[in-house]
């Protein structure tokens, strides 16, 4: 492959804006794992939060005699 070719696919604004945005996602997913600081304990805890939420939502709808999906599923379609 030719320098040239080479400089282009660096060069490509695309491609940059794209490296730009994985990096930032990638420094932020890192803090939030592993950063001691009171903000992404924070963070951390308000999406533990979430996710458990979400949980206890999905079991919640589980116990109803016809979940969304059943009774989608139950309805009767129209002809057409």
Do not use: N
């Not at 951390?44 to 709808?61: H, N, S, V």
């Amino acid at each position: 492959m030719g320098e040239h070719k080479i400089e282009a696919f660096y060069d490509d604004p695309i491609k940059r804006a794209c490296d730009a945005y994985s990096a930032r996602k990638a420094y932020y997913l890192r803090s939030l794992s592993t950063d001691g600081a009171l903000v992404w304990r924070g963070r951390r805890l308000g999406r533990f939060l979430g996710q458990a939420g979400l949980g206890a939502l999905r079991q919640a709808c589980d116990r109803l005699p016809l979940g969304p999906f059943e009774r989608q599923r139950a309805a009767p379609r129209s002809a057409g």
